[in-house]
């Protein structure tokens, strides 16, 4: 379908301001495993401190990256499979305040005025500009979703026989549980953390805005995940050579998603008082839950595989494995796609051991979690954009891909960086290793009295997984804006590869509409959560905060006396 020029302009900002930013998102990634590992025994670099380069680095790659990707993407399958564009003041106005947030943001957090990480709520206190920004993204990323409920009402009003196509349904369960997601999150940042930062409100309630964060947090990552699974469902089984097994298995898979994937943000405070035990255990059983359509998922792709591998001519059991299209040069994609599912395969293990609420207490706040959650966002979610965005750039601006054996090996680089830095940090947090730390200045620092060599080894094969990482996203950079570089061959047109079903399948009532999903995901979110918010005003009150946006630690022990905030030691030799 060819497409006009104002939409390809939003679509390639969608893709190139994203991926610019990523060079710093990258960036304070490898520095965080080189400040953990010792090598550097001081808190910043180059004037970005360690919290600032932290807050960066989740916000760019977890909030931006993937909030402008999952709008691409939406606008890209929309506009394929209804045959449509969205409408132009939807797409404009929402390209137009995402750019607008994403910029506030990282104005801040560059002027080192938004060091509260990724997760943003109090006591850490950012710019109101920040929290402003942040919320200015996420609505414009709603008026995207607005623009293409319209087309595909007009869609269906001429196709009244025709199911909603499963990428249709995978991205509009994608945005309506993001809409409801992120509600929470958008009264938090505007009534609550605004005022606070404009210092219009002198007192904050933390658990609260704990609360609100991780209401929305939980989703975020299924917000993440589900672009990918959309790809992995109609995409992958084509590329493969193959089809997919089952389209009413993904359809089942991603209205589970749609009525799972809030409540159970509270496995994110399984160790605060808030909650009464009933809710945690209740939560635990939920988040078993939210683990089943990703093994449907397991199933379903890998029955596609499977087949796939079975019509390029495999034997046995397990041959297929060996007969898919791994390195081809004209199916880059592949790579991509097939190196996210095996970083999965240990990034879905890993969180339903944080699912169990006994184990958690042995996990929460270590190194385990980010050795989870880069097993899964810097699994599948970031090699789908990476692979996607390559795909989508090189058909919407008519340029060939350039360097196409660098784009085929890439992925397998990084899934082995992935694999190094996961390993490290996760049995380092097994071992106690805290996240969020900048271990170089003590743990790490042999001449520290904290010194723990127990945590050097494991630091270490995390720096090495970062340095890999490092190493793949340079040659990313240089593919992408190489390619950008290039020259205009070929006519833009908005194109997918598009995966047949295997079967003709049944059409089943219950998988074909939203609308019961949606008012059970509601009902299940205030199931879960009233209790929580009764417990929250009844047991909680706001309270004057005394931390500052620099290491609020330092600040206490400055209060105490002890130790400063230059990058001196900061501990009671007591
Ligand atoms: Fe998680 C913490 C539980 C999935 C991201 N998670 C996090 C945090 C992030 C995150 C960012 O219960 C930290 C937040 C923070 O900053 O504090 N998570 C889960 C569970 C799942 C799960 C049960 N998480 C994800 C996904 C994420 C993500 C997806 C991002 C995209 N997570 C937790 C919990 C915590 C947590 C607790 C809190 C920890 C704490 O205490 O702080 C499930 O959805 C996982 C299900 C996945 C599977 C895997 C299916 C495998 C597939 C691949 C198949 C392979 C094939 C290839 C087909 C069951 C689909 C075969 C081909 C061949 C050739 C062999």
Known sequence: MKISNSFKLVILTGLIMPMTLFILGAYNGVMQTIYRAG???????????????????????????????????????????LKREPPKLSYQISMALMVLGTSLDIITMIAGKAQALYTF????????????????????????????????????MENLEKKMPLAILGT?????????????VAYETIIILTPWSLGWTHSINIPLTRMLFWMFGHPLVYFW?????????TILPKIAGGKLYSGNAGRLAFLLFLILSAPVGVHHQFSEPVFTPGTKLWVSILTYGVALPSFMTAFTVGASLEYAG???????????????????????????????LFLFIFGGVSGIVNASYSLNQLVHNTDWVPGHFHMTVA???????????????????????????????IPYIWMV???????????????????????GLSYTNPDHPLF???????????????????????????????????KKVNESIIILPESEELHEEKKIPLLLDMRPWLALSVILILFTYVPGLISVFKYSKSVSSQYQPDNPQNLILEKKGIGNKNGKPEYDEN
């Open 172 to 184: 509009f369960v994608n945005f309506s549980m993001w809409f409801i997601a992120t509600l929470p």
């Open 379 to 409: 699994g599948p979610v970031l090699l789908v954009i990476l692979g996607m965005s390559l795909y989508i750039y090189s058909s919407i601006s008519g340029k060939e891909i350039k360097f196409k054996t660098l784009a085929v090996i």
């Open 225 to 233: 995940l589900l672009p990918a699974y959309v790809a992995y469902y």
């Open 39 to 81: 090598i550097l025994h001081q808190s910043s670099v180059a004037g970005i401190n360690y919290y600032q380069g932290l807050t960066m680095h989740g916000v760019i790659n977890a909030i931006v990256l993937t909030t402008f990707f999952a709008v691409v993407f939406g606008h890209i399958t929309l506009s394929y499979y």
């Open 121 to 156: 709520y109090a006591p850490l206190k950012a710019s109101a500009l920040f929290y402003m920004g942040t919320a200015i993204l996420i609505v414009g990323s709603w008026i995207a979703f607005f623009g293409w409920i319209k087309i595909y009402l007009e869609w269906k």
């Open 310 to 340: 079975k019509k390029r001519g495999s034997k046995g059991l397990l041959g297929w494995m060996l007969k898919l299209p791994y390195f081809k040069i004209d199916n880059y994609l592949f790579g991509y796609f097939i190196c996210g």
């Open 452 to 486: 723990n060599k127990l945590w050097v080894p494991t630091t270490t094969i995390t720096l090495i997984g970062g340095l890999i990482m490092g190493i793949a996203s340079i040659l990313y950079f240089f593919l992408f804006f190489s390619t950008i570089a290039g």
């Open 417 to 439: 960086g992935v694999a190094f830095l996961s390993h490290g940090l996760m049995s380092g947090g097994l071992m106690g290793e805290p996240r969020r730390t900048n271990l």
